[in-house]
DNA sequence: GTCTATAAATTGATAGAC
DNA sequence: GTCTATCAATTTATAGAC
């Protein structure tokens, strides 16, 4: 049935429209006919699929945090130490270095732009939920690496301050060497973070393919 | 002088009412009657001190860029040590909690912001430089600890960019326990951070207050 | 220099034909 | 379900009296 498909379509190429126009221009600077300009989408038609503003950006929202969800799960399927998964985390933005280098992160930012609109507003809420979801992950893997429940928390915490705020950094310098340089050393930090009652555990295939 | 000075005066509660309502509410988000409301100015006044509205921001960072360097040469006066100085840098949030909680840290969220205007966008060069104090006075700091070039330059991004990390994370999870306890945490980090090549500079007045 | 009134443009949202 | 036309509100900026 093309014609109930079609329907499903329009509203992901809405929300793909508009999380790509959220992240290089941010939210306020986003106009709807922005939206539905680059979604082919007459402007009128874009009320049918989302009554406000809001509730697109609560759609993109929830795309996001979809899509991190599916990425941490590839991670936690793709490798078995926690580590390595850790470091995927680190290495993520080097993929769309040049998007973090003009746009920073897509998430941090959005984060940044809509805690403004105050603490009870739903879409600062909603933003606060993909930060959520990085730190309970990031928690979850130093908890699989021994950590105490207390000490996972400050690192998980630890590790999503350091990448956000490099990308902060790098977005604003325009600078992708000091992008890949600190992450870099995030990585080098990650390497020794660990359960502090021990050494240092193992790491069998530690790569040092860089410097 | 009365008359001459009511002039400056206008002008310097402007710009500190639009300091204050840009990082309560962000740029796009800040209307020139806003302003012009809380500095108990006409709207049409305004225009009298400012062209347009990007001249009144960028003299809101021009302010910004002002007092951090008279803070930065206040703490090189008060504290010999380099890394007492720093302390100072990492402790700063604290000092007004509840704001950066509210609404994050006034230069980050004003640089993330900005930037989304594009790399070449008057603006962003002016957050740039905000942002770039930060980096210049950490890395000099750094370097008077003995560290060589290259390596203060990295720390200098390591630390400031954790403390902007912290500052969102708090900021988007509205947690004031959180920043406190990172910013702990970078102090910790910045007592074992210096020249690789020397064990540990001597810290006599090391503070143990807290924990 | 200061202020009121208003222009000009933008933009979120709706009405109503098809 | 789709689209055009348009409203209503907001907001940057200006005109012109005082």
């Known amino acids: 049935m093309p014609a109930a498909y079609a329907s499903a379509d329009k509203r992901a190429e809405l929300v793909t429209a508009a999380t790509t126009l959220l992240h290089e221009q941010g939210f306020h600077r986003t106009t709807l006919a922005d ?15 989302f009554k406000t503003k809001e509730a697109l950006a609560e759609a993109v929202i929830a795309a996001h945090e979809q899509a991190l969800r599916e990425r941490f799960a ?21 993929d ?4 973090v280098i003009q746009f920073g992160c897509p998430h941090g930012s959005l984060c940044q732009e809509l805690e ?7 879409l600062a809420r909603a933003g606060a939920r993909l930060l959520a979801v990085y730190i309970d992950w990031t928690d979850s893997q130093f908890r699989a690496l021994g950590c105490e ?4 928390r400050a690192l998980a915490a630890d590790l999503v301050a350091s990448v956000q705020g490099t990308m902060l950094l790098a977005n604003t310098l325009r600078s992708p060497e000091l992008l890949a340089a600190q992450l870099r050393r995030v990585e080098r930090w990650l390497d020794g ?19």
Chains 1, 2 share one sequence.
């Not at 429940?149 to 996972?152: F, H, N």
């Open 96 to 99: 769309t270095s040049d998007r």
């Open 193 to 211: 973070a660990g359960p502090s009652t021990l050494p240092s555990p193992a790491r069998p295939n530690r790569p040092r393919s860089r410097s």
């Open 149 to 152: 429940k207390r000490e996972a």
């Open 35 to 49: 939206v539905a300009d680059r979604a082919s989408v007459p402007l009128g038609n874009l009320y049918y699929y």
């Open 116 to 122: 403004k609109l105050g603490k009870d507003a739903p």
């Open 74 to 94: 590839s991670w936690d399927a793709a490798q078995r130490d926690p580590r390595a998964r850790l470091r995927q985390l680190v290495r993520a933005p080097l």
